[in-house]
Structure formats: C-alpha cells, structure tokens
C-alpha cells in the first residue's frame, strides 16, 4: 500500500469543460508529479510540484495547471477539455532522501465527450 | 520518440516458462525503476536500480541495470499466471531533466496461460 489516494475515480465530461483531480498521501513528502496516461501507452509526465511551488513540466499546454497544498495533497486542474484528453491520470509522490523512486496513486480515468 | 524502448511489447506464455523483457535507451539515467500495472490501475513498484551493473531479485523476478546506467532487463523464472500484468520500466533523471522526473517505456504486457 503506498498510501496515495486519488479522487474521483472515474470522471465523464465533455468538450470544453473543466475538471479538477486530486491527490493525497498518508506519509510526509515534498514531491508530487502528475502524469497522463492514455490507452495503451506508457504515463506521460505532465508537471512537479515541490514545496508547493511548479518546478518542472512537461509537453502540455498551459491549460494543464496544478497546486500542491501545505498539507501536501495536490490537484490537477485541466481547461477548456479536449478528446484527447481521455485518460487515466496518475499522481506519484516522492519521499525525501528517496533515489527517485515515486509511489503511484490508483489514478483517475477521465472521459471527456 | 520514446526516450524508452520496451521489447517485446505483448508476450504470451505458458505456465512454468521463463521469458525476459528489455528496457533500452541512449541516455543514461540516474536510477531505473519496474512497475506492474493492472487494468484501471495505478503502477505499483517492484524495484529500482540505481548503480551499473546491478542486480536484484524478488522471489522469481530479476532484475539487472546496464554498466552504463542506459538499459535494463527483468527476467522471470518459472512464469505463474498471477504474472499477468503490464510491466512498466521508468528511467530517472536524464541529464537536462526534472530531478526525479520519470521517462516511461510503453510497457508489456505480459499474458501467462495455465
């Protein structure tokens, strides 16, 4: 058990919307990093947060935005939804003094119509 | 183009085989970790490697990093259909990335027949 857990789910939009991820863990870090994964592919890194602040991102647009709270729980927050944005999304979380080894979340699949 | 290339990327075996999954790349990482991936599920972690040379086992499942910290290998042993999954390999921290940002191969899915 890695202790993270993500809600909703399961989450059915459509095009145009807006929608919001979270994420949160039971054990003390500082790390949190977004990912997409879409059918049949491996995840796709989306953003880092550490210490609350983006330190690092991949190839997505802007309207993929992200927070991560004091309390470390973190969200994901995607705009104006596309059809392509149809996955399963994932947080991860690294602990501190960890050798980059990053604990995954259950995920939430995202269905945008 | 994937930073990672994962081979092969479907395997279907029988019980009590032994199959091996490779993980290449031209950068070289500073730690290299396995997953496994049920349907709708996040990744859990198996292993992560980090020095050259290096390896792990985990009851029927080994684990090998390249000398040059650019590939990897997962062999398992008298394969059970409990197996079955998708198995991720995730490289860390190339040089000019995010510390601890994950590159991920494509996977493969791994399928054992009774």
């Known amino acids: 058990e890695t202790g993270v857990t993500q809600s909703p789910t399961h989450l059915i939009k459509t095009r145009g919307q807006q929608v919001t991820l979270r994420c949160s863990s039971q054990?003390?870090?500082?790390?949190v990093s977004w990912y997409q994964q879409a059918l049949g592919q491996g995840p796709q890194f989306i953003f880092q947060?550490?210490?609350?602040?983006?330190?690092g991102r991949g190839n997505f647009p802007p309207r993929f935005s992200g927070l991560q709270f004091p309390n470390y729980s973190s969200e994901l927050n995607v705009n104006a939804l596309e059809l392509d944005d149809s996955a399963l999304y994932l947080c991860?979380?690294?602990?501190?003094?960890?050798?980059?080894?990053?604990?995954f979340g259950p995920g939430t699949r995202l269905t945008v119509l | 183009t994937q930073l990672l290339e994962q081979s092969p990327q479907f395997l279907s075996i029988q019980e009590g085989e032994n199959l091996t999954v490779y993980c290449n790349s031209s950068?070289?990482?500073?730690?290299l970790q396995w997953y496994r991936q049920e349907p709708g599920e996040g990744p859990v972690l198996l292993v992560t490697?980090?020095?050259?040379?290096e390896v792990k086992k985990l009851k029927r499942l080994t684990f090998q990093f390249g000398d040059a910290r650019k590939d990897s290998s997962l062999h398992i042993t008298a394969a059970q259909p409990g197996d079955t999954g998708l198995y991720l390999c995730a490289g860390a921290s190339p040089r000019g990335s995010t510390l601890g940002r994950l590159y991920f191969g494509r996977g493969t899915q791994l399928t054992v027949w009774p």
């Open positions: 947060y550490y210490r609350e602040e983006e330190n």
């Open positions: 054990s003390g870090h500082n790390t």
């Open positions: 490697v980090v020095t050259g040379g």
């Open positions: 991860a979380i690294r602990t501190s003094g960890s050798t980059d080894t990053q604990y």
């Open positions: 950068s070289v990482f500073s730690s």
